[in-house]
């Protein structure tokens, strides 16, 4: 049993088209993180998130600590946000890692 | 700053040879972090260390593998005897003092072909 689940796996999305990658799990954490993996390999820390709504730009993550969920949206999507979505939770001083949501978007 | 920085950036052995991977976090970061990622598992902490001690090493596979942090700049992951199921990405990341479950900062990752 995965203790972090993402869907959808594979995503793909015309260009300026609004995106939602969920993510949910089934430890007690104190941090969950949202990272981007881009095609070339690189892996970037999006953000983290304890309670409530972050926003960058134009990615925004949510969590609802009761229901054990986080979403990442990406509003105006564009070709080069084009990369592996990773949803990671921090629970009992260790990481749970979801496989991740491929994402490409098409011009 | 440089960021984290691993090398070497990719090695090619042969099954049975021992691998040496390596890592610099950044300067003043306190944690480090060894991550293994796979297509068929995804990516996996193998290991971390807090102030130079490693505090988890239950995601290291087999004593094949080994992690040392003899300072606060440097960290090397050692796998003796390397088999090819042990090809892979590996990431190195470090996290500054802070909440344990703060933001990390990846290196760019050492790909390892086992043959």
């Known amino acids: 049993k995965n203790e972090v689940e993402q869907s959808p796996q594979n995503l793909t999305a015309q260009e300026g088209e609004f995106i939602t990658i969920n993510c949910s799990y089934s430890?007690?954490?104190?941090?969950l993180h949202w990272l981007q993996q881009h095609p070339g390999g690189g892996i970037v820390s999006l953000f983290m998130?304890?309670?409530g709504k972050k926003k960058h730009g134009r990615l925004i993550a949510t969590i609802n600590i009761q229901e054990k969920h986080s979403s990442l949206h990406i509003t105006a999507s564009h070709p080069r946000d084009s990369a592996v979505y990773i949803c990671a939770v921090y629970a009992g001083n260790q990481f749970y890692f979801g496989t991740g949501t491929s994402l490409t978007v098409i011009p | 700053d440089a960021g984290v920085i691993q090398s070497p950036r990719h090695e090619v052995t042969e099954m049975g040879q021992e691998v040496t991977l390596r890592c610099k976090p950044i300067s003043g970061h306190n944690s480090l972090f060894w991550y293994r990622q796979t297509m068929m598992r995804g990516l996996e902490l193998l290991i971390y260390f807090n102030n130079n001690v490693p505090i988890d090493d239950s995601g290291m596979p087999e004593d094949r593998f080994s992690a040392k942090m003899p300072n606060a700049s440097f960290s090397t992951l050692k796998i003796q005897p390397s088999e090819p199921r042990d090809s892979a990405v590996y990431f190195c990341a470090s996290r500054p003092k802070g909440l344990a479950g703060n933001e990390q900062f990846f290196g760019p990752g050492t790909r390892l072909t086992v043959l």
């Open positions: 430890v007690g954490i104190s941090a």
């Open positions: 998130l304890s309670s």
